[in-house]
Nanobody, 122 residues
Framework: QVELVESGGGLVQAGASLRLSCAAS????????VAWFRQAPGKEREFVAS????????DYADSVKGRFTISRDNAKNTAYLQIDNLEPEDTAVYYC???????????????WGQGTQVTVSS
């Protein structure tokens, strides 16, 4: 089972961009799909985006299409979430997880880690 660590969050102003990273503890990330989720204060965790093992297939929640881009660099054992034009509504803890496929990763994935905090001020 691959273990993932999120990083790259921070406190930014609305309109700024952030690139979140999801780093694997070993060289097994190339085998699995990766997904990003987020949990805003007072809300349940929600799916954000996913990418398959080789990067050829991506999926996004409707709410983030156009501003969020998921990518990966298997040589670096890292997946990314580029967030452009951040809005206060994007404030949340962002988590990544790995699973067998993008079709099932919303419900079948690695345990939650600590996530990385994104805070957007207006």
């Amino acid at each position: 089972q691959v273990e993932l660590v999120e990083s790259g969050g921070g406190l930014v102003q609305a309109g700024a961009s952030l690139r979140l990273s999801c780093a694997a503890s070993d060289n097994s990330l190339w085998k699995v799909a990766v997904a990003w989720f987020r949990q805003a204060p007072g809300k349940e965790r929600e799916f954000v985006a996913s990418i398959n093992n080789n990067g050829g297939t991506t999926d996004y929640a409707d709410s983030v299409k156009g501003r969020f881009t998921i990518s990966r660099d298997n040589a670096k054992n890292t997946a990314y979430l580029q967030i452009d034009n951040l809005e206060p509504e994007d404030t949340a803890v962002y988590y990544c997880a790995a699973g067998p496929t993008t079709h099932t990763i919303k419900v079948v994935h690695t345990p939650w880690g600590q996530g990385t905090q994104v805070t957007v001020s207006s």
